[in-house]
C-alpha cells in the first residue's frame, strides 16, 4: 500500500511503547544542556569582533563571522530554538518605535504547532559587544557590502561544503552546534555545551532578574506552551 502515514502502524507504535518503558525501567534522567551566560557569550563575540577585524578575511569567512554572532546574541536574547532561528525570514522582522528593538513574527515547527506564531522582541542593550539588535544591523549592512542580500528571504544563509557558495537554504541547527563547539573550543571554555545552551542562559538569566514567574511572561518570550518545559530550563524546582 502506498497510503497513509507508516508512523502510525501499530508495529511501530508498539516498538516505541516497548522502548519508553525500557528506558523508565533503566531510570535514566534526562541530562540538561549546560547553561551559557553572558560571561561566555562576550568571550564568543570579542573573539569573532577580533577576527573581522584582521582584513585578511575572504568572503566566506567573513560572512560566516558576521552570522554567528548576530545568531548567538539573538538567540540568546531571545530563548529561541536554534532551528527555528535558523529558518527566519527578514520578511517577519519589524522594528519598534523609536528603533529600540526588534519585533519577530516567526511561525515554527516544533515549540508551537498547527501553525501558530511565536512572536518575541530583541532589544538595544548598552553593551554593544552583546546588543543583539546592533549584532543583526551589523551583519545585515555588511553582509550586504560583500554582495549578498538578506532584505528578504532566509536571514541566516547557510553556506555550501566547500564555503565558495552562498545557498538559498535555512541554517541548520548542526551547522549551529558546529560553529558553538568551535569558539568554545578555541577559547578554551568547552564544558559539553550546545545551542540548548543559550536557551537555557536566557531562561535563567529571566527568572533571575525578577520577573514574575507565575504571570507567564517568560513563557510568552521563549514560546513555551507548557510551564513543565520553563521550570525544566530555568530550573526554578531544583531552588525552590
Not at 11 to 36: R, T
Not at 171 to 194: I, N, P
Amino acid at each position: 500500500m502506498n497510503g497513509g502515514n507508516p508512523a502510525c502502524a501499530p508495529m511501530v507504535k508498539k516498538y516505541s511503547k516497548a522502548i519508553k518503558k525500557e528506558q523508565s525501567l533503566a531510570h535514566i534522567v534526562p541530562k540538561q544542556a549546560k547553561p551559557i551566560f553572558l560571561s561566555k557569550l562576550r568571550a564568543i563575540c570579542c573573539y569573532i569582533d577580533e577576527k573581522l577585524q584582521s582584513g585578511s578575511l575572504g568572503v566566506d569567512k567573513k560572512l560566516i563571522y558576521l552570522r554567528d554572532q548576530a545568531f548567538f546574541k539573538i538567540q540568546f536574547f531571545a530563548g529561541h530554538r536554534a532551528n527555528d532561528l535558523g529558518q527566519c525570514i527578514t520578511q517577519e522582522i519589524r522594528r519598534l518605535p523609536d528603533n529600540e528593538g526588534l519585533v519577530f513574527s516567526h511561525t515554527v515547527v516544533k515549540t508551537l504547532s498547527n501553525g501558530q506564531v511565536n512572536q518575541f522582541a530583541i532589544f538595544r542593550i548598552a553593551d554593544k559587544s552583546l546588543c543583539p539588535v546592533q549584532g543583526l544591523e551589523t551583519h545585515a549592512a555588511r553582509v550586504g557590502d560583500l554582495g549578498i542580500d538578506v532584505s528578504s528571504g532566509y536571514l541566516f544563509r547557510s553556506l555550501s561544503h566547500s564555503d565558495n557558495e552562498v545557498l538559498d537554504a535555512p541554517l541548520s541547527s548542526s551547522v549551529v552546534y558546529a560553529r558553538l563547539k568551535y569558539y568554545l573550543k578555541v577559547l578554551g571554555m568547552d564544558q559539553g555545551e550546545t545551542p540548548h545552551s543559550l536557551r537555557s542562559g536566557c531562561t535563567i538569566s529571566l527568572a533571575l532578574s525578577g520577573l514574575d514567574q507565575s504571570s507567564g511572561v517568560i513563557m510568552n518570550h521563549v514560546g513555551w506552551a507548557i510551564r513543565s518545559s520553563f521550570e525544566r530550563y530555568s530550573r526554578i524546582t531544583k531552588n525552590s
